[in-house]
């Protein structure tokens, strides 16, 4: 059974840092691309950013670029988000979400499994 | 970036009825569109990948059709299940953007 789990949320303070892990388990990780997509309290759904199987190619949302940087051990079949300079527009529940390959095994750039999410509170 | 517009918000239905969502891309994104139902409290589920193909273990009372611009889901006939929120969101540029959602509830 394929299951994404996050952790690392919690209480943090504007212009803190916070790093956010998702561990995988149930498929072969390291041939995945993955994804943190967000969605603050009562909103919809924001992708914020990817990584390749490989760690070749990672891509960001501007509103997280140049703060945020997203990376995995495919050793230790985890995904981590690095969040430094949070403001209060960075609260939200974390979302770490697989890429979902068709059955020619070429990736749909859509999402198939999900974790549960982790909630990021920025506040004083 | 692409944004994506779904109308209506909100959609009113009685169980057994159909349901027809709509998302509009503000620019040419061929069949590259895929639907989403979320829950409360929960993570979302895909739909429909790629316009019209369902997921894995997706009902067939839920369709997807369009392309360029337009795009529809469709459930034919309203279980209690579907009332839920549902979101389309768009694979041909990055970044991946998503719809604002269209919640559908029980008339």
């Known amino acids: 059974e394929v299951q994404l789990v996050e952790s690392g949320g919690g209480l943090v303070q504007p212009g803190g840092s916070q790093r956010l892990s998702c561990a995988a388990s149930g498929f072969s990780f390291s041939s995945y691309s993955m994804n943190w997509v967000r969605q603050a309290p009562g909103k919809g759904l924001e992708w914020i950013s990817y990584i390749s199987s490989s760690v070749t190619t990672v891509y960001y949302a501007d509103s997280v670029k140049g703060r945020f940087t997203i990376s995995r051990d495919n050793a230790k079949n985890s995904l981590y988000l690095q969040m430094d300079s949070l403001t209060d527009e960075d609260t939200a529940v974390y979302y770490c979400?697989?890429?979902?390959?068709?059955?020619?095994?070429?990736?749909?750039?859509?999402?198939?499994?999900w974790g549960r999410g982790t909630l990021v509170t920025v506040s004083s | 970036e692409i944004v994506l517009t779904q109308s209506p918000a909100t959609l009113s239905l009685s169980p057994g009825e159909r349901a027809t969502l709509s998302c509009r891309a503000s620019?040419?994104?061929?069949?590259?569109l895929a639907w989403y139902q979320q829950k409360p409290g929960q993570a979302p589920r895909l739909l429909i990948y790629?316009?019209?193909n369902r997921a894995t273990g997706i009902p067939v009372r839920f369709s997807g059709s369009g392309s360029g611009t337009d795009f529809t889901l469709t459930i034919s006939s309203l279980e209690p299940e579907d009332f839920a929120l549902y979101y389309c969101?768009?694979?041909?540029?990055?970044?991946?953007?998503f719809g604002q959602g269209t919640k559908v509830e029980i008339k």
């Open positions: 979400a697989r890429d979902f390959y068709d059955s020619a095994g070429y990736a749909r750039g859509v999402f198939d499994y």
């Open positions: 620019q040419d994104i061929s069949n590259y």
């Open positions: 790629d316009a019209s």
């Open positions: 969101q768009q694979r041909s540029n990055w970044p991946r953007t």
